[in-house]
DNA sequence: GACAGGCGGTCGACATTGTCGACCGGTGTG
DNA sequence: CACACCGGTCGACAATGTCGACCGCCTGTC
């Protein structure tokens, strides 16, 4: 039976649909929005509340996300292979670095953070685990995409959205961009996400040296660059934690 | 058309088996697990897997779940009313008691964590959003068990653990116990769950008076404690954190 | 090295199952 | 007060998901 479930791609995509909209959605706005017939939209949505995956709030009747994908989202970090490894080599990393330190996963047409290190003894930050990454404009994304084959064809459809000057736009520019990283083996991403913000990206690979994320520090500008280009001892530490995190992973082989 | 979709029934009857056992498991193991057919077991995995929801490890070819479900956790915390409220609360709260701060909701049998925040200048912790804490045993679980009609019917059936030589396991002392915590307005639980913490919880309602969550502080007992009794003063900071909250909740009515 | 047993995955017939659109009662609104 | 819209229900229909046999592959074993 090759081909999906078709209640269940509806289910995922009004999952989707509630994600996406910060307001609470009305039984009619989601049959309307997927082309559902009310009583179908009812019976997906009725079920998927029994389950835990979605809300009604009684007063409104208005649907939202359930508590159980906050547990089962936090299951699958439990089990993340990846994550487990690169958990003690990223809190080294943000203490040798001084600056924040990201772990990501190619997900759809972005990078999916599974783990978040704080700048140390710093103010206020907000946990970003869970949150997307762009492809094309941040270290973690230029990473996998200059070593991820599925990753350069996710972006094929997808118009690069400019969120800076400095922001590449341009399919052929990202690819020239990708054949520097592939070279020298780590990517830098200076201002072309957030205005001030530039953070240094190596890849991670499993035993079979297949890609399996990406680890970053991210930093003010003033700190992370010196005269324009990221710091080379930064670099180091970066490519480091990679490689640490690699042989991590592909421990038990040989 | 009153009665769940079965489809998707067994789709989340999957992914709660995937987040229980620990380890990644076959297709063979899926199916038997739930006594279904080989053939069906794979068009819900297949399913999932394309929306997501499940992986499925190259190699091996088990499953385990996806990175879809982090993000959607995400975004169910986005939305979530009361933890948006609750955040800034949440935090004056621990700078004010030296102590660590959960915020939960009730979620089947237990208290699920929505917000954390850590002991101020403490060392190492690891977040816990998203895991879940047993009714019986906690601040926050008794507050919901003395307020929450719902909390309490979900304790019917469940057989009570004894986690440690002060955990109540009887239901009559429960009950008891739960009318204590309405008379005098907040729970605590002294080394009920772990050995040498204890935590203090206080109600969360809407504007309707319905219970929706609970906040609670917790630490070592020699901190929280005085004479085997917590510290009043630590009271009044965790019961004045969670009428603030219910009245920010309640904004807009009055 | 041939066999057996396990795996993940496929296939096609069957009827169970989810889907559809009309319909209901309640609510707020013009 | 009627209208429009809401969330929710119902029953007929056939599209849909389910089932169990089957396939090719790999692994371990005798």
Known sequence: ??????????????????????????LSEVATSLDLAKGTAHGILRTLQMEGFVEQDPESGKYQLG?????????????????????VWADDLARA???????G?????????VHH???????????????????????????????????????????LEAYTSRTLTDL??????????????????????WEGVASIGALIQDRRRNPVGAVCISGAVERVCEDGFVRPSLVASVRSAARAISRDLGAGRF
Chains 1, 2 share one sequence.
């Open 1 to 26: 039976m090759p081909g999906p479930i078709q209640s269940l791609s509806r289910a995922a995509a009004i999952m989707r649909l509630l994600a996406g909209g910060e307001r609470r959605l009305g």
């Open 67 to 87: 508590a159980e994908l906050l547990r089962l989202g936090q299951s699958y970090l439990d089990v993340h292979e990846l994550r487990a490894r690169a958990l």
């Open 97 to 103: 670095s001084g600056e924040t330190v990201y772990l």
């Open 105 to 113: 996963v190619l997900h759809q047409q972005g990078v999916l953070i």
């Open 117 to 159: 290190v704080f700048r140390p003894d710093d103010t206020r930050q907000v946990l970003e685990v869970g949150s997307m990454q762009p492809l094309h404009s941040t270290a973690l994304g230029k990473v996998l995409l200059a070593y991820d084959p599925v990753a350069r064809g996710e972006l094929g459809d997808t118009a």
């Open 172 to 193: 052929t520019d990202i690819d020239a961009e990708c054949a520097l990283i592939r070279e020298r083996g780590w990517a830098d991403s200076i201002e072309e996400t």
